[in-house]
């Protein structure tokens, strides 16, 4: 039984990684040091960079619909050139990440020093780079814990800072000189390759998709489509922004300038607009650091599955579930270069490991269309093979000897460095000479179930041993209740931190995928002694709720059966809960079931006027249906009213209950109307006398209230025996609140 992982990434968020993580320090730290090499011209040297990143871009949209795994660009070189490029490759994608975040972070308390200046505080360029660190140390505690990301989050976030740009370019063109573009080409073709070089490290953020290729649904059309589109919006984004700027600003403050994007904003709207403009930085730029340490991290982990780094950085905490190793020592580098290096090496230092992979990705493709291994089918092929690839080859090395010395001897350096490094550690220790289809790590990827449209399907995820003999009988009566033959699909999730790749997770957390692997075999035992037909899911994932929905759109699932504690947590009546999530976005029925360990027994059904009164009948008799011994009953509750015939009200109580029942063929049961005041408290009192109790949702746009305590809860406290929550096919109304709660994870 093989693990499925979870694709979850659609191309808003491919788009949305990607653009996120180059709209940081490529806007508010590189547009002046950059025009300080080439004047004007910096405007071209934006296109230019961006122009150089596209045949890399391609090339990984290519490889990625192919090799759709973790470890991205590494993963491709090293397959296709062997693990001595491989090696290379990795520790340069790490160490690019590692000065990009520290760039990142370096840059943005940058930022902080013109806010701390017009509210009368002196600060040092020490005491910033002190702050830098000071936050580099939380965002590592951060990743260490594993505190989770979101791409819903990672949306929000790129929108507001696209509107608060798109805000400051819409604001300010009509107030360009045009004499500030005289002398375009005043610094010459040097200063013009040095500011593209130097530039270069805006765009590392477009390929940071193929790391986590493993997560794209569809990698097919999402990650080329994402992977173009980002790199064009960005380019674009980051030309007009530059043209403003340098029409804008006086050369003298803009040539040199750390914090551009206050430049430009301070003259037009003063003390708010420098504000904005520093929340914008603040989120692009922390954001920025905190993904380099969060991807960075995952190259020196897939170094060492591959045998090419010590086993060390591939441990995973048995507490937090992240790679610590890798992390500490990520970050751990990160801090030492805001302290040893000053702004503008780091970007060029870099850009020129930037430069060193992206020509080695090209080369990469060349191999594998050379060679042309069986297995090798990608989805995506590269348009203008091979001359966009020679291009990217010819331009990089190009570049690379116009860098200063510093980057030029790192881009240079780390070819010799990963070069010894594999000759002396790692050749011993692998066997590989790349482009082996036996050697392409197998990953195991959800595949489309053969579904028979003549049976109904019903979704049951399981977690704990101790209660899944329970919900699977329960589910199996259920089922056996239906029209049409049913089957049990059965789903376990393994959890996974963002900081740890899901295949990654699958290969070295055996025991955790050995108690998935147990539990659903366990059902496949517990199946065959019910009769019931069965498939299983065990799935690697990030978020238990999307998995299981996913799961259930798969499927064209007709119910969802699922295990319920009875009560909640203060946490989850806060931040909502899986639960929550399934019940109001499941596309069919849903039933939640807190199994109580005995015989079906009694079982009492209560019947109210809403959409799912048949359901809770027919719930409630398919259940009783199991137990010869037990007994049936249908209780209507009836409030408390004005009205003076209390039998005109229970008249109106059985005319519910006999309604409900219509549809099923059930005979032998009783009925009972009871009049209250306090309803709940009456449901309460009449459901402790039976052993299994079921209810419906009451209405549309309730689960939140059914679900915090008002009905359902105080049963599940009061009662011990079975209890059954029922919500029809017919979706519930989404909450203002529940909506934005989902939108930010």
Same mark, same amino acid.
């Given at each position: 039984m093989s693990e499925e992982l979870e694709r979850d990434l659609g191309l808003l968020s491919v788009i949305a990684i990607s653009m996120g993580a180059m709209i940081g320090s490529g806007i508010f730290i590189l547009p002046g040091l950059a025009m300080a090499e080439a004047g004007p011209a910096v405007i071209l040297a934006f296109v230019i960079a961006g122009l150089l990143v596209l045949p890399a871009a391609i090339s990984i949209a290519e490889l990625g619909t192919a090799m759709p795994e973790a470890g991205g660009d590494y993963i491709f070189i090293e397959r296709g050139m062997g693990p001595g490029a491989g090696t290379i490759a990795g520790l340069g994608t790490w160490l690019m990440l590692m000065f990009k975040g520290a760039l990142a972070l370096v840059g943005g308390m940058l930022y902080l020093g013109p806010v701390f200046h017009r509210m009368g505080f002196a600060v040092t360029p020490l005491q910033l780079e002190v702050i830098a660190v000071v936050v580099g140390i939380v965002l590592i505690a951060i990743n260490v814990i594993g505190v989770k990301q979101t791409g819903g989050l990672q949306k929000i976030l790129v929108l507001v800072m696209l509107v608060i740009l798109g805000g400051f370019v819409g604001l300010t063109l009509g107030n360009i000189e045009g004499d500030s573009y005289g002398g375009f080409f005043a610094e010459g073709q040097a200063g013009l390759l040095a500011a593209t070089a130097m530039v270069l490290i805006?765009? !590392? !953020?477009?390929?940071?998709? &193929?790391?986590? &290729?493993?997560? #794209?649904?569809?990698? !097919?059309?999402?990650?080329?489509? !994402?992977?173009?589109?980002?790199?064009?919006?960005?380019?674009?984004?980051? &030309?007009? #922004?530059?043209?403003?700027?340098?029409?804008?600003?006086d050369a003298p403050t803009l040539e040199g300038s750390e914090t551009p994007m206050v430049d430009g904003v301070d003259p037009f709207f003063g003390f708010v607009g420098v504000v904005l403009i520093v929340i914008a930085a603040m989120f692009a730029l922390i954001s920025t650091a905190n993904a380099g340490i969060l991807t960075a991290s995952r190259y020196p982990f897939a170094l060492s599955r591959d045998n090419l780094l010590p086993e060390l950085f591939a441990t995973v905490n048995d507490r937090f579930r992240t790679p610590v190793t890798a992390i500490l020592t990520t970050g751990g580098a990160m801090l030492v270069i805001i302290i040893a290096l000053p702004v503008e090496e780091i970007a060029k230092t870099a850009g020129a490991f930037q430069i060193v992979v992206y020509v080695l990705v090209c080369i990469a493709l060349i191999a594998f269309r050379r060679r042309n291994p069986d297995w090798y089918e990608p989805e995506f092929r590269s348009p203008g093979y091979p001359w966009v690839q020679v291009f990217g080859v010819v331009a990089g090395i190009g570049i690379l000897t116009q860098m200063d010395t510093l980057p030029l001897i790192g881009g240079v350096g780390i070819v010799l460095v990963g070069g010894l490094w594999y000759w002396v550690y790692g050749r011993p220790r692998v066997t590989r000479t790349g482009l082996v289809g036996e050697e392409i790590i197998e990953t195991v990827e959800p595949t489309a179930p053969d579904v028979d449209a003549d049976r109904d399907r019903i979704v049951v995820p399981i977690a704990n041993p101790q209660t899944e003999r329970d919900l699977m009988e329960l589910a199996a009566a259920i089922a056996a209740a239906r029209d049409r033959d049913a089957e049990l699909v059965v789903t376990n999730v393994i959890t996974v931190p963002d900081q740890t790749s899901l295949a990654q997770d699958v290969v070295y957390e055996r025991q955790r995928v050995d108690r998935q692997q147990e539990l659903l075999e366990a059902a496949e035992d517990i199946a065959r002694e019910l009769g019931v037909g069965l498939r299983t899911h065990a799935i690697v994932g990030r978020n238990v709720a999307d998995a299981i929905l996913r799961v259930v759109r798969q499927e064209a699932a007709d119910e969802v059966v699922m295990g319920w504690s009875g009560t909640r947590k203060r946490r989850d009546r806060v931040l909502g809960s899986n639960i929550d999530r399934i019940i109001e976005e499941a596309p069919c029925e849903v039933t939640l079931i807190r199994p109580g360990g005995a015989p079906i027994g009694d079982v009492v059904g209560f019947i109210r006027q809403d959409p799912y009164a048949d359901i809770v009948a027919r719930k409630a008799w398919s259940l009783a249906a199991t137990d010869s011994a037990g007994s049936l009953t249908f209780v209507n509750v009836q409030p408390t009213g004005e009205a003076a015939d209390i039998d005109t009200v229970r008249e109106a109580g059985r005319a519910t209950i006999q309604e409900a029942v219509e549809g099923i063929d059930v005979q032998d049961y009783e009925m009972e109307v009871v009049v209250s005041g306090d309803i709940g408290t009456e449901i309460a009192r009449i459901a402790a006398e039976y052993d299994t109790i079921c209810l419906g949702v009451s209405q549309p746009g309730s689960v939140e209230r059914i679900l915090s305590g008002a009905i359902s809860e105080s049963i599940g406290e009061k009662v011990d025996g079975t209890i059954v929550l029922v919500r029809g096919k017919e979706q519930v109304r989404r909450s203002v609140v529940g909506a934005l709660r989902r939108r930010v994870g």
């Open positions: 805006s765009y !590392g !953020g477009v390929t940071k998709v &193929a790391a986590v &290729a493993e997560e #794209i649904e569809r990698p !097919g059309r999402n990650l080329p489509l !994402g992977l173009l589109l980002s790199l064009g919006l960005t380019t674009g984004l980051y &030309a007009l #922004i530059v043209f403003v700027l340098v029409g804008t600003v």
